[in-house]
């Protein structure tokens, strides 16, 4: 049986994608801006290795979405102490911090690699649509 041969990338070029997330519902858009920040659309993608570009959305206010998921969703975090479970829902959570949702849901949707925070932190989310940074490419 033969091994099959492994090919590393010498260097990796990353590129800026703009993506508007105010077009799809939000489980679309994360897995859109996660799939990038992965880099499983380049050719040589190895998914031991970071390879991924810089995201930035846009329009990270005006998130949509479908059912009735702005009520019912909630989001659980725990103090550490006996009874000290918290619960919010989407809706309060989008008056308070808007991107901060949509950052949740794509840092739970990249896998737990010791690069998953350095992934993440070359997401950018803007409110409205204006920005300083260069972009190479829409999505």
């Not at 049986?1 to 489980?27: F, Y």
């Not at 920040?37 to 206010?61: E, I, S, Y």
């Not at 059912?67 to 919010?88: A, E, I």
């Not at 690699?113 to 989310?125: A, E, Q, T, Y």
Request: glycine share 6%; net charge positive; hydrophobic share 35%.
């Amino acid at each position: 049986m033969q091994s099959q041969k492994l090919t590393l990338p010498k260097e990796n070029n990353r590129i800026w994608w703009e993506i508007d997330a105010s077009q799809k519902p939000m489980g679309r858009v994360a897995t859109e801006i996660a799939n990038l920040l992965r880099g499983k659309h380049k050719r040589g993608f190895t998914p031991h290795m970071d390879m991924g570009d810089f995201v930035v959305a846009v329009n990270a206010d005006k998130l949509q979405f479908t059912g009735r998921k702005l009520v019912q969703k909630q989001y659980y975090r725990h103090s550490g102490y006996l009874g000290g479970l918290k619960s919010t829902t989407l809706k309060t959570e989008l008056q308070k911090h808007p991107e901060k949702v949509l950052q949740k849901a794509v840092y739970n949707m990249l896998d737990d690699l010791k690069f998953r925070k350095k992934m993440v932190s070359r997401l950018k989310l803007i409110k409205g649509k204006d920005h300083n940074y260069k972009i190479d490419k829409k999505a």
